[in-house]
């Protein structure tokens, strides 16, 4: 009778081992009914068996167990919930810091950090109901999202989840950047990402892009974004361009979105085409490892780049095409092919 009751999510007022054994069971229906009657409690503010931290505290714990899309979204639609109430800020704060903390581990399973991806992308989306919850925890979610996209690609997923996770990271950017406080989130967002670090950050290459393609969508965000253009372009040439270790296309290609919509041909040849031309002569294994033809095949088509490729880039990319490196070599040829 005890496990009945248990069942039905009538278990003793405030009972949290209870609760927890019921949203960590192997039953689908049972641990999925327990949060839709959570999320109706919390909904309905004042009959909430447990305090919100409580209930964060075994959601947490969930994230490697529900590997079935019921479970997941019921687990969302709690946080989504529990987002919508300004109250709620200081636990919601310490769940972004604990999930913040998770995504930054190597170890985690895919699966673990698309879960991860999904939750900060929720919790971001909350984050642009009022300005309060922005600035009280929005660059946690931030930094999880990114490092948990990271963990998440640099497994090889299926395209399609691939896809999934973009769509889901770009979803939680425009939702902020529409609000009020927006064109502040923007550039908040850009110098989170682009400031330099203890140790190279290429990784965040790829939210980078992600809000490069969101504010080319948002008319009105276009120019915050232009605003910020010479924070991309110091980001890409520290951690890209100069990189010491060779990079995953899913990082080499992260930043295709701000190529194609934000940089004109003059900041090309003024800021960027120097010092690839002497990255080619100074580390072409690195270079050449596609980490070039990605910016030049992102450019609009409408862009003539015979100019700098005669007084620039010729010269070195001729002289790669003879080297005795196979990569070298495909990569000169890649990038002169694209120019």
């Not at 998440?152 to 939680?172: D, H, M, N, W, Y």
Request: glycine share 4%; hydrophobic share 40%.
């Amino acid at each position: 009778m005890a496990d009945e009751t248990t069942t039905n999510g009538d278990h003793a007022l405030g009972d949290v081992a209870a609760l927890r054994k019921v949203l960590l069971s192997n039953s689908t229906k049972r641990r999925s009914h327990e949060l839709q009657q959570l999320k109706e409690e919390l909904v309905n503010e004042g009959d909430s068996r447990f305090q919100l931290s409580q209930v964060l505290d075994i959601i947490f714990d969930t994230y490697p167990l529900y590997v079935d899309a019921r479970s997941r979204k019921a687990a969302e639609q709690y946080l989504a919930a529990a987002g919508a109430v300004l109250d709620h800020s200081d636990a919601l704060s310490d769940f972004a810091s604990r999930i913040q903390d998770e995504a930054k581990k190597t170890s985690i399973a895919p699966g673990n950090a698309f879960v991860l991806v999904r939750w900060s992308s929720q919790m971001i989306q909350d984050t642009a109901r009022e300005k309060a919850l922005w600035d009280a925890y929005g660059a946690k979610l931030i930094q999880c999202l990114t490092d948990a996209l990271d963990n998440l690609l640099a497994s090889g997923p299926k395209e399609s989840t691939r896809v999934t996770a973009i769509r889901v990271a770009r979803r939680a950017f425009r939702v902020v950047f529409k609000s009020t406080f927006g064109d502040e989130a923007v550039p908040q967002c850009v110098q989170l990402l682009t400031t330099k670090r203890p140790t190279p950050t290429p990784k965040h290459a790829v939210p980078l892009g992600v809000i490069a393609g969101v504010c080319k969508r948002l008319p009105n965000r276009t120019d915050v974004l232009t605003a910020q253009k010479k924070d991309y372009i110091d980001f890409w040439l520290r951690e890209v361009l100069g990189s010491k270790v060779q990079l995953p296309e899913y990082i080499a290609t992260g930043l295709r979105d701000f190529f194609e919509s934000s940089l004109d041909l003059e900041d090309l040849k003024r800021d960027l085409v120097p010092t690839i031309e002497k990255a080619l002569l100074r580390a072409p294994e690195v270079v050449l490892n596609d980490l070039t033809s990605p910016l030049f095949s992102a450019l609009p088509v409408s862009y003539d780049l015979s100019e700098i490729l005669a007084q620039h880039l010729l010269k070195p990319l001729l002289a790669n095409i003879k080297s005795t490196n196979l990569t070298v070599r495909a990569g000169a040829a890649t990038t002169f092919v694209v120019i």
